[in-house]
């Protein structure tokens, strides 16, 4: 028995949990205590949804089957916790699968069905991807390497500030917007620790340093509209039109992606030079080059070592699992691999493919380790997950207790509005609702059902609606608490909230411009689409 085992150890004596304790004779406080902790805004938020829940189908009236009435309430439930976030949001989108069978709106066995799908095994694999490049480091190395090929020499701030704009963008067009600023902001904090103090910087240097910070925050989003697994929204824009739309054609990662990468090029082209044009002045160059040159960069990168073979091997199954989604189904006429198992294998398939093949591949590091191990899997975002399942669960019952109808007759009045017109104040109020609604995701499962009954009662082509409105939803560019990748960038004390007005305003007015121009033009292109019918 060694010395710390013996019955003397002072851990031994030590208690789990304490024999003794002082008595608190404190009954007003106690009484405080106890009735704040029962009457509090919170639980007022907690009681609120099933009570109007309750209400709705009580007292509201539907000329539809009484399961649409249900389906009402259970909405207004499920979004009353979403919004205030009285319940974690995680928790409120597991109530689904007790509320729609005990309203009678579908069986346990369907509504699970939502929780499962294509769709979340493309989340599920595509964030144990992301894991393995947060791992091994890679993300460091290529912001590194691409920010170096930007730099110039001499240095040339605007064109650093492209360097990491676009370094942003192709991460975060891969991996999920926060992991992107997770990963991305120690590069752009990385870059900063060599100018120095605030409180000693000029004006100049000052305004350059809000900008490398504002690089990622912004550059965060905009590389996520790109592709399908960019974020969490485009997800459930898919999700959605599959969930709806059942016999129409899929949206895949290709048709996907030769929509949304020229707008979010274009949207990134247009916050470079917002950003330029507010923080980026002249004399900038000559007061950073002491502090930042292509020689900082060098020797940052040389510090990080040879590439690895873990790091060649994510990067090759990286590689593979980007191949393998743009050539799946490529077009009508050339329809790629997928035909070859007539059409079953999905995008989702390939993304747990290559999860499933760093589970088989060694690292070389360690003997019989291989270069992801179940431990690293415990960060997955169950959270978003769960939400993405809740929102296809709710769109499915939004049709199938005939609510859809219900609320196509009431936006009947929206056929006569031009769509040109349309879509603008569409994508502006779906902007501007998702400032105030933390998650993004939560928003846009909110509106996207709603733009789809809106846009058949104009007899357009749903996702003329549903995909701008969609994206708009990812424009959360003025508050801090808007979005998770804001808090990021927020929590570095180099940015303020003025910081952000001053950029998210120009930027979120170039977006819904963007939107409204290519969603009738280059979208009708490639959705087979004709926004005049």
Request: one cysteine or more; charged letters at 10%; hydrophobic letters at 50%.
């Amino acid at each position: 028995m060694s010395e710390e085992q013996t019955p003397s150890s002072p851990i031994l004596k030590a208690p789990l949990l304490p024999l003794h304790h002082e008595p608190i004779h404190q009954p007003q406080n106690n009484s405080f205590t106890i009735t704040s902790s029962i009457f509090n805004l919170k639980n007022f938020y907690i009681i609120l949804g099933p009570l109007l829940s309750l209400l709705i189908c009580l007292l509201v009236k539907l000329d539809a089957p009484a399961t649409s009435t249900k389906m009402l309430g259970v909405i207004a439930w499920v979004f009353t916790w979403w919004i205030t976030e009285a319940v974690p949001l995680p928790v409120t989108s597991m109530c689904p699968l007790f509320l729609f069978p005990l309203f009678g709106i579908s069986s346990a066995d369907t509504v699970a069905h939502s929780y499962m799908d294509d769709v979340i095994t493309l989340v599920l694999g595509s964030f144990i991807l992301a894991l393995a490049v947060e791992r091994y480091n890679v993300h460091r190395r290529l912001a590194l390497n691409v920010t170096l090929i930007f730099c110039g020499d001499p240095l040339n701030p605007a064109m650093l500030l492209l360097g990491l704009c676009a370094t942003t963008f192709f991460v975060s067009m891969w991996l999920h917007n926060v992991a992107a600023a997770v990963m991305m902001m120690p590069v752009a904090t990385g870059i900063l620790h060599r100018l120095p103090p605030a409180h000693e910087q000029s004006e100049l240097m000052n305004k350059f340093s809000r900008a490398v910070i504002l690089t990622v925050v912004y550059a965060t989003p905009i590389g996520g509209i790109s592709t399908l697994t960019g974020t969490g929204v485009n997800l459930i824009i898919i999700g959605m039109w599959k969930s709806l739309v059942p016999e129409a054609k899929p949206i895949s990662f290709n048709s996907w992606f030769f929509f949304g990468f020229p707008v979010a090029v274009f949207l990134l082209i247009c916050f470079w030079i917002i950003l330029c044009l507010l923080y980026v002045r002249k004399g900038s160059s000559r007061v950073l080059s002491d502090y930042l040159d292509r020689a900082h960069l060098k020797r940052d990168l040389e510090a990080l070592g040879p590439m690895s073979f873990a790091e060649k091997m994510v990067l090759c199954v990286f590689g593979l699992l980007i191949i393998l989604w743009m050539t799946r189904r490529i077009s009508d006429d050339l329809p790629g691999w997928g035909v070859l198992f007539h059409g079953l294998v999905g995008d989702g398939s390939i993304s747990v493919l290559a999860a499933v093949l760093l589970f088989i591949i060694p690292n070389m590091k360690q003997s019989g380790e291989k270069l992801m191990n179940w431990n690293e899997c415990k960060k997955l975002p169950w959270n978003l997950i769960l939400l993405l399942g809740a929102g296809f669960a709710i769109a499915d019952g939004v049709e199938s207790s005939g609510l859809a109808d219900v609320m196509s007759k009431a936006l009947e009045f929206l056929k006569h509005v031009p769509y040109l017109a349309i879509v603008p104040t569409v994508t502006l109020l779906c902007s501007i609702i998702t400032e105030f609604i933390t998650s993004n995701d939560a928003t846009a499962t909110l509106l996207v059902p709603l733009l789809y009954n809106i846009a058949r009662t104009m007899h357009v082509h749903p996702l003329l609606l549903m995909i701008p409105g969609g994206i708009a939803t990812e424009f959360a560019f003025w508050l801090p608490t808007s979005t998770p990748s804001n808090v990021v960038g927020f929590a570095t004390g180099h940015i303020e909230i003025k910081d952000m007005l001053k950029v998210g305003l120009p930027l979120k007015v170039a977006g819904i411009s963007v939107l409204s121009l290519l969603m009738p033009t280059l979208g009708s292109i490639v959705y087979g689409t004709n926004y005049g019918a």
